[in-house]
T-cell receptor
Framework: DTGVSQDPRHKITKRGQNVTFRCDPI?????LYWYRQTLGQGPEFLTY????????KSRLLSDRFSAERPKGSFSTLEIQRTEQGDSAMYLC????????????FGPGTRLTVT | EDQVTQSPEALRLQEGESSSLNCSYT??????LFWYRQDPGKGPEFLFT???AGEEKEKERLKATLTKKESFLHITAPKPEDSATYLC??????????????FGQGTILTVHP
């Protein structure tokens, strides 16, 4: 399967701990997006990478959140000092940025903060 | 501010009972309207992209249409395996949007056998 992969699929952590998620996009896709989805809502944009450059961040992305995409390949999203309000599904999507701009999503990482 | 609203929030159909889902949008400049299907616990699965009013696309029992203010996802003779949440999203032009998608809250479709 050459789709977008995310790891881990599930993460349970205690409030105040740090967590890191990984996303591996489709290999030829140079554009990568992170979204967050809470129960009953559609995904909300968090941040965007074109190759290794982080070009856009949402106001939702507080100082406790940081994302990287070294060498323009996989990406990581770190949340420091987690809060219960961080509990959500974190989704990664990638696209080539040409023609239709269709974004292909990974399976997501479900974060539960206790 | 760009807004996407989907209705109804939930829809229950009998197998074979055709219906439509609505996606209304208010954006500064539309560069594409996207439909996704999402199964519980999984990421959204791409279905269609529409770009201009009057455009239509079909895939199996699904047909998506677009006007200047809204899009419809028509489901013809649905089967239980069509049960899922259907998400609508828009990509806007201009500024520094870089192609991010703004999603509606989704319509939960349940098809009973």
């Amino acid at each position: 399967d050459t789709g977008v992969s995310q790891d881990p699929r599930h993460k349970i952590t205690k409030r105040g701990q740090n967590v890191t998620f990984r996303c591996d996009p489709i290999s030829e896709h140079n554009r990568l997006y992170w979204y967050r989805q809470t129960l009953g809502q559609g995904p909300e944009f968090l941040t965007y990478f074109q190759n290794e450059a982080q070009l856009e961040k949402s106001r939702l992305l507080s100082d406790r959140f940081s994302a990287e995409r070294p060498k323009g390949s996989f990406s990581t999203l770190e949340i420091q000092r987690t809060e219960q309000g961080d509990s959500a599904m974190y989704l990664c999507a990638s696209t080539t940025g040409t023609s239709d701009y269709e974004q292909y999503f990974g399976p997501g990482t479900r974060l539960t903060v206790t | 501010e760009d807004q996407v609203t989907q209705s109804p929030e939930a829809l229950r159909l009998q197998e074979g009972e055709s219906s439509s889902l609505n996606c209304s949008y208010t954006v500064s400049g539309l560069r594409g309207l996207f439909w996704y299907r999402q199964d519980p616990g999984k990421g959204p699965e791409f279905l269609f992209t529409l770009y201009s009013a009057g455009e239509e696309k079909e895939k199996e029992r699904l047909k998506a249409t677009l006007t200047k203010k809204e899009s419809f996802l028509h489901i013809t003779a649905p089967k239980p395996e069509d049960s899922a949440t259907y998400l609508c999203a828009v990509r806007v032009s201009g500024g520094t949007s870089y192609g991010k998608l703004t999603f509606g809250q989704g319509t939960i479709l349940t098809v009973h056998p």
